[in-house]
């Protein structure tokens, strides 16, 4: 069974700091897609990370994937307010199934 | 096309009582997907279609769940004999299947609270 762990789940930090938020994921797998979702909203697509090595940038966004080690990564340069929202990685099977498994979630605060 | 729209958005019912959720999804888009969501978790897949061909089904989708895509355009979605933990959020997604890549878009959801 695929599994997918976030860390942290919960990062709060101040306006102008960098961080990372990291994605495991249990089995080997094509694809991995990172989500924003505000609360009590939708969830809005940020990256597809299609292979070994991708690296993606939006903004003060950078999501990167190393599928040897099974891991993607989501940085966040000098954060603002507006970046305050859960951040969800997900991964899609390497078989032919399209089902999206997600992370719990990092909820991401950044105060002013 | 203004996205993947879902109705309705919020529905209160009582345990034992059947609902039923819809969702358009983007016009072109010949997959359709329905996810649960519980407060402070990620979404867990449920069932997916591809046109009107019903593809794959979670564990999860009890007896209680049956989902159609009649016509591969529109999905509903419908829970027979609400139980309490079937409370969550209801999201759609759609996408236009492509091997190279594929990203789902989500609808606002239905909110579901069963009393």
């Known amino acids: 069974e695929l599994k997918v762990e976030q860390n942290p789940l919960f990062l709060s930090m101040q306006e102008g700091k960098n961080y990372t938020i990291y994605c495991n994921y249990s089995t080997t797998s094509d694809r991995l897609y990172w989500y924003r979702q505000d609360p009590g909203k939708s969830l809005e697509s940020l990256f597809v990370?299609?292979?070994?090595?991708a690296v993606k940038q939006e903004g003060r966004l950078m999501a990167s994937l190393d599928t040897k080690a099974r891991l993607s990564t989501l940085h966040i340069t000098a954060a603002v307010h507006d970046l305050s929202a859960t951040y969800f990685c997900?991964?899609?099977?390497?078989?032919?199934?399209?089902?999206?498994?997600f992370g719990e979630g990092t909820q991401l605060t950044v105060n002013p | 096309d203004t996205g993947v729209s879902q109705n309705p958005r919020h529905k209160i019912t009582k345990r034992g009582q059947n609902v039923t959720f819809r969702c358009d999804p983007i016009?072109?888009?010949?997959?359709l997907y329905w996810y649960r969501q519980t407060l402070g978790q990620g979404p867990e897949f449920l069932t997916y279609?591809?046109?009107?061909?019903?593809?794959?089904k979670s564990r999860l989708l009890s007896d209680r769940f049956s989902a159609e895509r009649p016509k591969g355009s529109f999905s509903t979605l419908e829970i027979q004999r609400t139980e309490q933990g079937d409370s969550a959020m209801y999201l759609c997604a759609s996408s236009w299947w492509d091997p190279a890549a594929e990203t789902q878009y989500f609808g606002p959801g239905t909110r579901l609270l069963v009393l």
């Open positions: 279609f591809q046109n009107e061909a019903q593809l794959e």
């Open positions: 997900a991964v899609e099977r390497e078989t032919s199934g399209s089902r999206l498994t």
């Open positions: 016009s072109e888009h010949n997959r």
């Open positions: 990370l299609l292979s070994n090595g």
